[in-house]
């Protein structure tokens, strides 16, 4: 299943737009190479959370995480590949320590139920989630949660449950992405918003 963007279906989903349902069982999806059709190698996947002797010791934790959260489901299809690119949103300035925490949850989830969780799908980690983010004040998030509720009105979208999780994103990430909310005139069109910052995750899928 061709997945474009997974963001943009989580929010279909939960928001009540029309659209397909995102996959929830672990490994139907099968990883391509960005822009590709072929099947992301093992280098690639690695790439994704390669150490970076430039990075700060929070940004390289945080890689660290996205890594062991692959590591436990390698045959996981899309997913394990969804789980390696988080590492693309491990940076400094768009809070590296909480993500890691965040990923942590999803890890310790995915060892007990043998498949890997992810934000979007995270069965019992939600809570641990969302706990991480608990104290965490964002002015551009909640603005951009705000424009995304006041235009998909049947359900509402958590900050914590989108790919990634919009806390994730840097402050530039989030200005291009409220610009275009600010433009759509829809529930889909404000949806659409977020292929502009989610290709690490939707290249894992055809």
Not at 110 to 133: E, I, K, L, Q
Not at 162 to 179: I, K, M, R, S, V
Request: one cysteine or more.
């Amino acid at each position: 299943m061709r997945l474009t963007s997974l963001l943009v279906v989580t929010m279909l989903a939960l928001a009540g737009c029309p659209g397909p349902a995102p996959a929830t069982d672990a490994g139907t999806d099968a990883p391509v190479v960005p822009h590709d059709a072929a099947t992301v190698d093992s280098a690639t996947v690695d790439a994704w959370s390669a150490p970076d002797a430039f990075a700060s010791t929070d940004v390289a934790h945080c890689r660290a995480s996205a890594a062991a959260l692959a590591a436990t489901c390698p045959d996981d299809g899309g997913r394990h590949c969804q789980a390696a690119a988080y590492a693309s949103y491990c940076n400094d300035g768009a809070s590296p320590v909480l993500f890691a925490q965040a990923l942590d949850c999803l890890t310790a989830m995915s060892s007990s139920s043998g498949g890997c969780r992810t934000f979007s799908d995270p069965s019992g980690a939600g809570s641990c989630v969302d706990g991480v983010y608990a104290s965490t004040t964002n002015a551009a998030v909640d603005m951009a949660i705000t424009t995304i509720n006041g235009a998909c009105t049947t359900a509402t979208q958590s900050p914590t449950q989108t790919e990634p999780p919009l806390y994730a994103l840097t402050a530039a990430q989030l200005a291009t992405f409220q610009d275009c909310l600010d433009a759509a005139v829809d529930c889909s069109a404000v949806t659409a918003c977020a292929s502009g910052f989610q290709d690490p995750i939707s290249a894992c899928f055809p």
